[in-house]
């Protein structure tokens, strides 16, 4: 156990509709990062929060939007599922904002029926 | 010209061979520099982690960053079956907010 936890590890979903994953980093980490994990595209930046603030975003969908809460936790929020959104989400979280070797769990992974 | 470039494999070498991991970048910005390995259907498990150009030994394995190059390797020693899995470079900024990932190699010991 990593200490990251994401819920659920499995959801599925129809075309067009609206999901909501979660994530609880590691006790006493400020930083959560999200990816999202393909076949063909590899573990791709999704979107960084440092302490609730936002820091940096990948290629993040407009379809897509996260934040940071009050305790840390964090929900990535997908919205108007396409076919191609199928895939893993991970989130990563770290101690600091540099996010340096961050710590991953186990990812929850999404299919869009 | 990605990033991050890592030959995806597969790569199959016999059990005990010395087996030698590589990526490439192009952006020479990048300070810090990670392996992981994932295992199938899981989250990735950091491995190695450095900064700057150098080598760094941790049991079975040696990272080494060539930061003239823009070239990280991962060597792993006296390789097992249960070394059997995807292993990805990430990379990041003194000033980046984000990590960026290679595609990853896939790695197969046979017994």
């Known amino acids: 156990d990593s200490g990251v936890t994401q819920t659920p590890k499995h959801l599925i979903t129809a075309t067009g509709q609206r999901v909501t994953l979660r994530c609880s980093p590691r006790?006493?980490?400020?930083?959560v990062y999200w990816y999202q994990q393909s076949l063909d595209q590899g573990l791709q930046f999704l979107i960084h929060?440092?302490?609730?603030?936002?820091?940096a975003k990948g290629n993040i969908l407009e379809r897509f939007s996260a934040q940071q809460f009050p305790d840390l936790h964090s929900e990535l929020n997908l919205s108007s599922l396409e076919l191609g959104d199928s895939a893993l989400y991970f989130c990563?979280?770290?101690?600091?904002?540099?996010?340096?070797?961050?710590?991953f769990g186990s990812g929850t992974r999404l299919t869009v029926v | 010209q990605k990033e991050v470039e890592q030959d995806p494999g597969p790569l199959s070498v016999p059990e005990g061979a010395i087996v030698s991991l590589n990526c490439t970048y192009s952006n020479s910005a990048f300070q810090y520099f990670m392996w992981y390995r994932q295992y199938s259907r899981k989250g990735p498990e950091l491995l190695m982690y450095?900064?700057?150009?150098g080598n760094k030994e941790d049991g079975r394995f040696t990272a080494q960053v060539d930061k003239s190059s823009k070239y990280i390797s991962l060597f792993i020693r006296d390789s097992q079956p249960s070394d059997s899995a995807t292993y990805l470079c990430a990379m990041s900024g003194s000033r980046d907010d984000k990590i960026i990932f290679g595609k990853g190699t896939r790695l197969h010991i046979l017994p």
């Open positions: 929060y440092y302490n609730g603030e936002e820091r």
């Open positions: 450095t900064y700057s150009s």
């Open positions: 990563a979280s770290s101690v600091d904002r540099a996010l340096r070797a961050p710590t």
């Open positions: 006790s006493g980490d400020l930083s």
